[in-house]
């Protein structure tokens, strides 16, 4: 077992939450902009629920990427490793990442080490921001469910 300095800790902690906090303002922002933007739709609701979707699936793929950073600069920071099916490309950080946000975890590339605290704060996040993207989209579906013929 490694024993990590006091540094090492807060720096593996400071990774993490930079990574939480701009994923999460990310996801504000994307909402709060959605909120805004769908008012310009008015006409074509269901139109204005699919964009919604859209939108959201890429807030969630951006959410991925800042995580997939942090999967990266800790494993340069020497805050952990990924092993298993992995190789160390852009891709197969971006794959833990998705496995690991959206809460599947294939088990096919795992972490160790301090980074299993990210990947456990990315599963939480990930839980959070979906189920608040779920909650926007079926107020909003609520609202125009039935009002285009």
């Keep these: 077992m490694q024993d990590h300095t006091f540094w090492e800790n807060?720096?593996?902690?400071?990774?993490?939450?930079?990574?939480?906090?701009?994923?999460?303002?990310v996801h504000y922002a994307v909402l709060r902009r959605l909120n805004g933007g769908?008012?310009?739709?008015?006409?074509?609701p269901r139109f204005r629920l699919l964009y919604g979707v859209v939108?959201?699936?890429?807030?969630?793929?951006?959410?991925i990427a800042i995580f997939a950073g942090a999967y990266w600069v800790s494993a340069n920071s020497g805050f952990?490793?990924?092993?298993?099916?992995?190789?160390?490309?852009?891709?197969?950080?971006?794959y833990f990442s998705y496995a690991a946000f959206t809460t599947v975890g294939f088990g096919d590339i795992v972490a160790h080490g301090p980074m299993r605290l990210l990947a456990g704060m990315?599963?939480?996040?990930?839980?959070?921001?979906?189920?608040w993207t779920a909650s926007y989209l079926f107020i909003e579906m609520s609202r125009t469910w039935g009002t285009e013929n």
């Design 10 to 25: 807060m720096g593996n902690l400071s990774v993490i939450c930079l990574a939480v906090i701009l994923a999460t303002v």
């Design 38 to 44: 769908v008012r310009l739709i008015r006409r074509y």
């Design 55 to 63: 939108m959201s699936l890429v807030a969630h793929s951006v959410e």
């Design 80 to 94: 952990g490793f990924l092993e298993g099916n992995f190789e160390g490309s852009a891709a197969d950080y971006l």
């Design 122 to 131: 990315e599963a939480l996040t990930g839980f959070v921001l979906i189920t």
